[in-house]
């Protein structure tokens, strides 16, 4: 049997990408506060692009459980419709 949920996290999202791009950045040695900040922004930005291919408005994505197989997926947007 296939089990899909839709979640909401309206923050989860936002703090994961904040806190894997400062994570990323931290090891980039010589970079001024300036130079990080822009690097941050331009970053987060284009992950949360990436992001959006299964993240809809931020905060909600589809999950399909499937209990024959054993395996849970995170669905496209496309794929959720």
Do not use: C, N, Q
């Not at 999202?13 to 990323?24: A, C, Q």
């Amino acid at each position: 049997m296939k089990i899909r949920v839709y979640l909401k996290d309206p923050d989860g999202f936002s703090d994961g990408l904040k806190d894997s791009v400062e994570k990323e950045l931290k090891a980039v040695p010589g970079l001024s506060d300036r130079e990080r900040e822009l690097l941050f922004e331009a970053r987060r930005d284009l992950a949360g692009e990436v992001l959006g291919r299964w993240v809809e408005y931020g905060e909600y994505v589809w999950l399909e459980f499937d209990t024959e197989a054993k395996t849970a997926t995170v669905l496209t947007k496309e794929d959720a419709a």
